[in-house]
């Protein structure tokens, strides 16, 4: 937890207290439905809260924006940012239903009131979204084809409404095909731990 505060001093009790349950429900879970790496339980709020907060330091998305969160896993990075965006809503999609169920209890249990989950593909989501984020579930080509349909044009945020994606490693390969206009902000210039030397967030506009 003292990580995230150091990052975002400006938590307000009711999300450091939210924030504060995670690491608990994880652990439960992860001892019965492999949510996220097991050998990884312990290192949750810098590997995956985090990091999934990190989109953050890019964009502080508006009052009213909506934002789905393509397979969303366990939560990440949808729940830690729908605790930080409070009056922003958060659509968690998955096909993997027992993950879903998951992520539906710890809503539930840290009373997150702007956050609802899909048990679908996203290819099959007809709701529209702002923006679409995610944590490096595919190539950003196919990313960007998966969420280009689903996003609404325009925005009213400083950024237009598009694509966010957690990525790691070298993307220039799998950048190369992309047409549209990319760009790629290196983490280790917003976080000092050695986590996010090679941590990077895309953004492709919609």
């Not at 702007?114 to 944590?135: H, M």
């Not at 549209?180 to 895309?202: D, G, I, M, P, R």
Request: with cysteine; glycine share 6%; proline share 5%.
């Amino acid at each position: 937890m003292q990580i995230l505060k150091k990052y975002f001093p400006a938590l307000t009790p009711q999300q450091v207290e939210q924030y504060s349950q995670l690491q608990p429900l994880y652990k439960y879970w992860n001892e019965r439905i492999n949510v996220i790496s097991r050998k990884d339980i312990e290192n949750l709020y810098l590997h995956h809260v985090l990091h999934s907060m990190a989109i953050a330091r890019i964009i502080a998305f508006r009052a009213g924006t909506t934002v789905m969160d393509a397979g969303t896993g366990g939560g990440f990075p949808g729940l830690p940012l729908a605790i930080l965006f409070p009056d922003v809503r958060f659509i968690l999609v998955d096909s993997i239903t027992k993950k879903v169920r998951v992520v539906e209890n710890i809503i539930q249990e840290i009373r997150l009131r702007n956050a609802e989950v899909r048990n679908i593909r996203i290819e099959g989501l007809k709701e529209k979204s702002d923006f679409v984020v995610c944590r490096a579930v595919a190539e950003i080509p196919i990313l960007f084809g998966w969420s280009k349909k689903t996003l609404a044009p325009g925005g009213f945020n400083d950024l237009p409404n598009g694509l966010l994606a957690l990525k790691g490693g070298e993307l220039d390969k799998e950048l190369r095909s992309m047409k549209q206009e990319v760009k790629v902000f290196n983490l280790n210039e917003y976080f000092s731990e050695a986590y996010f030397e090679t941590k990077k967030l895309v953004y492709v506009p919609g």
